[in-house]
């Protein structure tokens, strides 16, 4: 699950960077455009700002991109496609083209992910979705910037795990629970690295491993222990590097 939002999140990413770059402005000198298939598009003026509709193609011809330009300002909405021709995002725009409101989309139509961008940057609450149609993560933002409580959820909406964020780094307590939502892990971050006491545990409730990290490293002694409750094996740790591992038999 945790992979699976991740890997969406790293899409739409690029997602909005292909966006983005499809808004950036000419290096013409002189009033240019293209005909397509008979229309006008892609024009600029005497002083390079993009004016009308600008297109833009697959290799196949296909149409990958379609917005429209006011004095280099993008107007109401942008559009992306897939080569199949089904919609891919949408970005519809204020007034003066620096905020806009995004939503991508699967192949099938179904909502893949939707959020608010002012100047740019991601800013307020991001929701991501399954092909289901189901949430599987919300994030938030200010100013491009990681903050609050982001969440990650199984398939059934039970949450899968908690991340703190403060100035774009963990912070606070992190944890991961099992689907029938039941502690799983639990650690605590500080300036974006664990720092404190941390603890796995079985899906039965019991303890299954209990350590320290300092500054993101493991560090004294870690304690193994069977679903049973009794002690399996210590681990002994100095800035991540095991010194010692005593196995106790049981």
Known sequence: MLTTTFTMSKYIFITVFCLFGLLAGPVFAQPTYKVFK?????????KGMKQGVWKKFYPSDN???ITF????????TLKTFYES???????????AGKNCTLSSYYESGQLMAQGLYVNKQKEGTWKYFTKE???SAE?????GQKTGTWKTYYDDGAVADVTIYLNGKPEGKYVQYFADGKLKFEAINKN???NGPMTYYHPNGKVWIKGEYVQGLKEGTWIYYTESGSVEKQEVYKG???QEDEKTGK
């Open 240 to 242: 991540s590097v095991l």
């Open 192 to 194: 974006g690295k664990y």
């Open 38 to 46: 008979g229309d006008t598009i892609n024009r600029t003026d005497a």
């Open 139 to 143: 994030e938030k933002y200010v100013k």
């Open 85 to 95: 021709g089904e919609l891919h995002s949408k970005a519809l725009y204020s007034a």
């Open 63 to 65: 149409l990958y991109s």
């Open 69 to 76: 330009f006011k004095n280099g300002i993008p107007q109401d």
């Open 133 to 135: 149609g189901k949430l």
